[in-house]
C-alpha cells in the first residue's frame, strides 16, 4: 500500500513540474474583468505580471501576462503613476495592480473640476 502511495506521489509532483504556468493576458484594458484571456506560459516564464498605468487619477489602463522575469515597481510621474506587480502561481495576476476603486475616481474627477471652477474666474 505504501508504494502504490509512493508511485502516485511521485508520478503527481512530475506531472505538475512538467505542466506550464497559467496567468491572465491582456494590453490596455480598463478593468480586471475585461482581462480574462488565460495564456499558457512557456517554460521559461516563470512568473505573471499586471502593469497599471494611472494618468491623472480618472483613466487606469492595465496590461497582464508571462514574463520570465519580474521585479515589482511603482513610479509616480507628474500626471499620473505606473505599478507592476509580479506573482508566480497559475492565474495569480487576476486582481494584480490594483485598480481605483469608483468613489475614489468620482471624488478625484470632482475635486478637478472644482479646482478649474475656482481658476478660471480668477482668469478672466
Not at 504556468?21 to 475585461?34: E, H, T
Amino acid at each position: 500500500m505504501k508504494a502504490v502511495l509512493l508511485a502516485l506521489l511521485a508520478a503527481g509532483l512530475v506531472l505538475q513540474a512538467g505542466r506550464a504556468l497559467q496567468c491572465y493576458s491582456c494590453k490596455g484594458k480598463v478593468s480586471n474583468s475585461d482581462c480574462q484571456h488565460v495564456q499558457n506560459c512557456s517554460q521559461s516564464d516563470t512568473q505573471c505580471w499586471t502593469e497599471r498605468i494611472r494618468a491623472a487619477g480618472l483613466v487606469t489602463i492595465l496590461s497582464k501576462g508571462c514574463t520570465s522575469h519580474c521585479v515589482d515597481d511603482s513610479q509616480d510621474y507628474y500626471v499620473g503613476e505606473k505599478n507592476v506587480t509580479c506573482c508566480s502561481t497559475d492565474l495569480c495576476n487576476a486582481s494584480g495592480a490594483h485598480t481605483l476603486q469608483p468613489a475614489v475616481t468620482t471624488l478625484a474627477l470632482l475635486t478637478s473640476l472644482g479646482g478649474l471652477l475656482f481658476w478660471v474666474p480668477s482668469q478672466l
